[in-house]
């Protein structure tokens, strides 16, 4: 036996093992921690845990240098003990067995309570604005180019005799992008049924097409021409993402539509929609709430409605106070944010001074990871 | 009703989502199994609705002989074919669905739209990079310098250009993403709580309930 290393584990290894239920997570699972002193050099470490039955099971065989090990492989609410060896060539060193410990399912996650209070401020906010539209106040929005472009877009398809084509992404109805896109498909077939323009809606997703369908049914209703509903311009294509891409550039090249629209959720195939919709001269309007693929929409179209727009494009092609109310408050929220990110940068600042280190547990508070 | 039952699901579905999120009880997991699990028989359900929407297009493309009508010849026959080797043969790994019409037809297809992305990225690239306005030549700028500083001949140029193109890329580039990304956040919410509430009835087809 090496005797430094036995009289270094020995003395350090058992105060320093502790057990505890995981904490916000839903049950079947214990955390075991230790500390090893520095000065030791440890091969491998094993875990064992011993339960109400007294038998003793090896856990894990670990890496010298872990720290800590969470346990999956328990039941709850039955009392459990641990124990760690150190390993170092032939020998091994056992701690003592933890305090007794069992695992249990929480009913709140604590860990995201500072999500609960920013998700509260801000539907706050939001229901102030709401309210406060309902009272009749006016509210400033301000001018978005691709959407005060709608109008002229869908006039354009009328001189001409041309089709409008509707992309509404690729996404499923569960994406938010997706939700945003068949507010604004509602309003662009309403345009299209007053200035009776035909509509093709090509989809990618079945429930997204069974939704768009029933939303330009309903806008033709509203715009009180049920009889210039096609339902078969409405229809589903492929589930797959470039038979789809393929599909809408062989129904773009051979409609020659005046307007495209390209609003939702997209991938790699943006800049293939929006390049051959390019070469058909079609004026091109996009929107979609990924960064990556904003670039592809800004060269390729003739107005991009950027993140944040997409969401905003219902309320403000509408122009319902209520909906406009919850614009006001989004504007809000940014600016709590913007205020959060320059106190967050002072206070990380701050807490790089050695007496002023406590600073730094208030920024944990705003810690999401 | 017709509005006020689909208004009600989803205001008693929107609330129960947002609290199993703060939720790890395992009553709360298996709520949320159980969700996603009829998520996909809805899907499944719908799927027979786009596939007898892919049917009707195309036979009225045919009948009505439009422009194309003989690529919907070529849908309606992969349609059958693609049905009728899945359900003969079945969907598991090394039968003819996957080796023959998925290996060798359906990844070389996709391979070759996505290839196509190439040439379309020259095109695009050649329109945004004229530099007419001062913003379109502040990116031709930006672009050059990230380009030239990611390839070993910038380096060999001038030794701090990959230094210069990261900075680029991790600063102004990043924060510009990263305000984007934070009004989409709260775009997404918005948009969520208006959907929940019953404010927002585009998805509805608009107007009261």
Excluded at chain 1, 58 to 70: D, H, I
Excluded at chain 2, 2 to 13: N, T, V
Aim: a neutral charge; charged letters at 15%.
């Amino acid at each position: 036996m090496n005797l430094i290393l036995f009289l270094l584990i020995s003395t350090f290894i058992p105060p320093f093992i502790s057990v505890r239920d995981t904490p916000n997570d839903a049950g079947k699972s214990i955390t075991v921690s230790w500390e090893l002193p520095e000065a030791v050099t440890v091969e491998a470490l094993v875990l064992e845990r011993m339960g109400a039955d007294e038998q003793t099971v090896t856990v894990a065989t670990l890496p010298g240098t872990e720290q800590g090990y969470v346990d999956e492989d328990v039941t709850d609410r039955q009392p459990y003990r641990y124990r760690v060896a150190a390993v170092a060539g032939a020998d091994t060193v056992w701690s003592a067995w933890s305090a007794v410990v069992s695992s249990s399912p929480q009913f709140f996650n604590w860990a995201r309570v500072n999500i609960l209070v920013a998700m509260l401020i801000f539907f706050a906010l939001v229901i102030y604005f709401i309210e406060h539209a309902k009272a009749g106040r006016y509210l400033f929005v301000r001018r978005i180019a691709g959407l005060d472009a709608v109008e002229e877009a869908v006039g354009r398809a009328t001189e001409m005799g041309k089709p409008i084509v509707y992309v509404p992404g690729l996404g499923s109805v569960a994406d938010i992008a997706t939700i945003a896109s068949l507010n604004i498909l509602g309003e662009v077939a309403k345009k299209t049924a007053q200035y009776d323009s035909a509509l093709l809606v090509p989809n990618r997703d079945p429930i997204v097409y069974t939704v768009a369908r029933e939303v330009v049914k309903e806008a033709y209703t509203k715009a009180g021409r049920p009889d210039a509903f096609k339902p078969d311009n409405i229809f589903f294509v492929t589930s797959e993402q470039f038979a789809y891409a393929a599909a809408v550039d062989g129904l773009m090249v051979r409609e020659k539509p005046a307007t495209n629209f390209f609003l939702g959720t997209f991938w790699a195939e943006s800049l293939i929609l929006a390049e051959t919709g390019a070469t058909t001269g079609a004026i091109q309007i996009a929107g979609t709430d990924s960064v990556f693929q904003l670039p592809f929409f800004i060269t390729a179209c003739d107005y991009t409605l950027i993140g944040e727009e997409l969401y905003a494009a219902s309320a403000y092609l509408s122009r319902e106070p209520l909906l406009l109310g919850s614009l006001k408050g989004q504007d809000y929220g940014k600016l709590l944010i913007i205020v959060i990110v320059f106190l967050g940068s002072v206070l990380l600042l701050l807490s790089k001074i050695p007496a002023l280190g406590f600073f730094s547990n208030i920024l944990n508070f705003f810690n999401v990871s | 009703m017709r509005r006020s039952l689909p208004l009600a699901i989803c205001l008693g579905m929107g609330i129960l989502m947002m609290i199993q999120f703060f939720v790890p009880h395992p009553v709360s997991v298996a709520f949320y199994d159980l969700t996603t699990k009829w998520i996909r028989i809805v899907s499944a359900f719908a799927l027979v609705l786009g596939v007898g929407s892919l049917i009707l297009y195309h036979t009225d493309r045919l009948r009505r002989q439009r422009p194309g009508w003989a690529y919907s010849i070529v849908t309606l026959v992969a349609l059958v074919v693609t049905a009728v080797i899945g359900l003969a043969w079945g969907v598991k790994p090394g039968s003819p669905l996957q080796e023959v019409l998925f290996k060798n037809m359906l990844v070389p297809l996709n391979a070759s739209m996505f290839a196509i992305l190439a040439f379309y990225m020259a095109s695009a690239a050649y329109r945004a990079f004229r530099a007419r306005t001062k913003e379109a030549a502040l990116l031709l700028i930006a672009a050059f310098v990230v380009m030239l500083g990611m390839v070993p001949v910038g380096e060999s140029l001038w030794h701090k250009l990959p230094e210069v193109a990261e900075w680029v890329l991790s600063v102004p580039n990043m924060a510009a993403k990263r305000a984007i990304l934070f009004g989409v956040a709260l775009g997404a919410i918005a948009t969520s709580l208006k959907v929940i509430l019953g404010i927002e009835r585009g998805w509805l087809g608009g107007g009261k309930g």
